[in-house]
């Protein structure tokens, strides 16, 4: 059983457009929500992450927007650039299971120049 | 600072063969944990070690996967006899007993079973 559900599996935007990926979760114990950025033969990168308590949270180009009641959160990447072209992976962890990591399944982001 | 290293990068073995994957955490890094990817699949965790103590392996597969953390430094997980289904890349992340939740990741271990 995933507890981690990603959605879309592969995206392809244009240079400038605006990148986004959503996320679900089940286990209402988590209380942390990183995203992982991962490039072909490298280990995924903590993008930006989120705790429970704050709606949305900005850096940069990247936004994570965090909807408790729904258990959903997902990334907008604004202004989107070739050099985004990568893997993304949500997660959810909780610090009584000693912040293990639970995974999304990774989108595929291809943008175009 | 030196980032996790991982050791091999890459690795062919037949069924039935042996193999240990290393990771060096980062200096100073208490936790250490190994998560697993197959082809078109989820990261997955295997397990997580306090310094030299395993602290979570409720994510290992089966016991044909032993890993071990002397001193609580480096790691090794070895996988004896491998099988088929093994082929995937193995990542070693570590982070911070008090650094909150910054996972550090490896540049992961290829390994293919054939």
């Known amino acids: 059983q995933q507890q981690v559900k990603q959605s879309p599996q592969s995206l392809i935007v244009q240079k400038g457009g605006i990148s986004i990926i959503n996320c679900a979760y089940e286990n209402t114990a988590f209380d942390y929500f990183p995203w992982y950025q991962q490039f072909p033969g490298k280990g995924p990168a903590l993008l930006i992450a989120i705790r429970p308590d704050v709606s949305e949270k900005k850096e940069g180009r990247f936004t994570i927007s965090f909807n408790k009641s729904a258990k959903q959160f997902s990334l907008h990447i604004m202004d989107s650039q070739p050099g985004d072209s990568a893997t993304y992976f949500c997660?959810?962890?909780?610090?009584?299971?000693?912040?293990?990591?639970?995974f999304g399944g990774g989108t595929r982001v291809l943008v175009k120049p | 600072e030196a980032g996790v290293t991982q050791f091999p990068s890459h690795s062919v073995i037949e069924k039935g063969q042996t193999v240990t994957l290393r990771c060096d955490p980062i200096s100073g890094h208490d936790n250490l944990y190994w998560y697993r990817r197959v082809m078109g699949k989820e990261i997955k965790f295997l397990l997580h070690f306090v310094k030299e103590s395993k602290q979570d392996e409720s994510g290992m597969p089966n016991n044909r996967f032993l890993a071990e953390r002397t001193g609580g430094t480096y790691s090794t997980l070895k996988v004896q006899p491998a099988e088929l289904e093994d082929s995937g890349v193995y990542f070693c992340?570590?982070?911070?007993?008090?650094?909150?939740?910054?996972?550090?990741f490896g540049e992961g271990s290829w390994l293919t079973v054939v």
């Open positions: 992340a570590s982070s911070q007993w008090t650094s909150g939740n910054t996972i550090y």
């Open positions: 997660a959810a962890s909780f610090e009584a299971a000693g912040n293990k990591l639970t």
